[in-house]
């Protein structure tokens, strides 16, 4: 879960505050999320540090219309595996979110988009958060991300991309990256639960693997 644990941060500060305009932007996408909720509820329920995230999402999926505080519900989800040793965020990360890989890369990018004062989502530049333009050093790196896949770390704004032949890189490919967010499933760091002893998880099957 190395990738959500990166972003995880940056995703909590955006809720705060935006929870209705979010919920908004994600109204009419119940098949979306409501089968991801389903699937985060099975996931906190070994950890009792989850409980107020597990009575949220119950009283989320008890709605039949517009499954209003989604994004409170993943704020809590979130603010609890932030508090968490360092050591231990990993692996509950994988128990919490592994069977919801595939479906949080559509819904982050939903979380994340930008929300003005007026409390209504509206569309604008994507910010590439940890990501510096080698050529003007711009950070983050705003708009289209321009990544050269002949170096190992290398990354344009668009700005920059069009020149970039006075930076040595005119015959070097790129791949364009627009959102942030991965566009394959994550790669979850473990597949379930150890620790025994630890305080993590709770019932039957303490300290074993989920398969």
Known sequence: ASVLLHFAPAILAHLLGNEAAIDQHMSGKQELMRPLLQALREGVEPFPQFQEAQLAIDGLLAQTEHLQGCAAALGVILRVLCSLPVEQRPEVAAVVFGGVAERLVHVVPLLMQPTPRGGSPATGPQVHHGVVCD????????????????????????????????????????QTVESPWPSVPWAWAGDGCRGEGKGWCKGKGKGKRRK
């Open 135 to 174: 050529g003007c050093n711009a950070s983050p790196l705003v708009g289209p991300r321009h990544k050269c896949m002949s170096c190992s770390d290398y990354d344009l704004c668009g700005a920059c991309y069009p020149r970039r032949a006075e930076l040595q890189h005119a015959d070097h490919q790129f």
